[in-house]
């Protein structure tokens, strides 16, 4: 089953509105979260890394404003994007993931957990 | 000289052959390694971790060569439904993780 919930899967709004994505991990704590955008027959672009409780760190040329992260808990993390424009029409697609550190203090990376996208169209 | 490098493709192949991808990275300090396959307007979703070992899972084998910063998938036997990009993963540790996505080997497979 999924262990990433992403919500909505699909929605069109009007040009100038706000979109919310939500992303949740089902049955573990994802202490990072990915946001990415992907267009049409392009690679998955990471737009930021957000870890729970503090400030998402996002990729050059992403505008901060713009795509407004919130990673409040283990469990939920949304990405808003305000004032839509129709260039912002994509596929958005969270990740998330856990880490441990041993007791040689490595710190080990699980797999990602995709969440299964949402459709954005701008109109 | 990019981080993650993967052929493109495509990889047109018929049903029952084999085929092999490989992957390259460029920072020795990446620990954690992964294949994952994206359908078309799917998201990603993993299709095995890759162990200094060597991993086998079904019909897919993955192999990493740490000296030479390489990591491979093996298909055998391939199926219609192999059909999708695979994307190589690497990791580095830390907290933050650096994640880095390959742009994908797209694989077609032909009846």
């Known amino acids: 089953g999924a262990v990433v919930s992403q919500h909505p899967s699909r929605v069109i709004c009007k040009s100038g509105t706000s979109v919310k994505i939500e992303c949740r991990s089902l049955?573990?704590?994802?202490?990072?979260m990915f946001w990415y955008r992907q267009f049409p027959k392009k690679s998955l672009m990471l737009m930021a890394t957000?870890?729970?409780?503090?400030?998402?760190?996002?990729e050059q040329g992403v505008e901060k404003d713009k795509f407004l992260i919130n990673h409040a808990s283990l469990t939920l993390s949304t990405l808003t994007v305000t004032s839509a424009h129709p260039e912002d029409s994509s596929f958005y697609i969270c990740?998330?993931?856990?880490?441990?550190?041993?007791?040689?203090?490595?710190?080990?990376?699980?797999?990602?957990?995709f969440g299964n996208g949402t459709r954005l169209t701008v109109t | 000289r990019k981080e993650v490098e993967q052929d493109p493709g495509p990889f047109n192949v018929p049903e029952g052959a084999t085929v092999a991808f490989n992957c390259t990275y460029s920072?020795?300090?990446?620990?954690?390694f992964f294949w994952y396959r994206q359908d078309c307007r799917k998201e990603p979703k993993l299709l095995m971790s890759?162990?200094?070992s060597g991993n086998e899972d079904g019909r897919f084998t993955a192999q990493l060569n740490r000296a030479s910063q390489y990591i491979s998938l093996l298909i055998r036997d391939s199926k219609l439904s192999d059909s999708a990009t695979y994307l190589c993963?690497?990791?580095?540790?830390?907290?933050?993780?650096?994640?880095?996505f390959g742009k994908g080997t797209k694989l077609s497979v032909k009846p």
């Open positions: 890759v162990y200094s």
């Open positions: 993963v690497v990791s580095y540790g830390g907290s933050q993780g650096n994640l880095i």
């Open positions: 957000s870890n729970e409780g503090s400030k998402a760190t996002y």
């Open positions: 990740s998330a993931r856990s880490t441990r550190v041993d007791r040689q203090g490595i710190t080990y990376n699980s797999p990602l957990h």
């Open positions: 049955d573990f704590q994802a202490t990072t």
């Open positions: 920072n020795s300090a990446s620990q954690s």
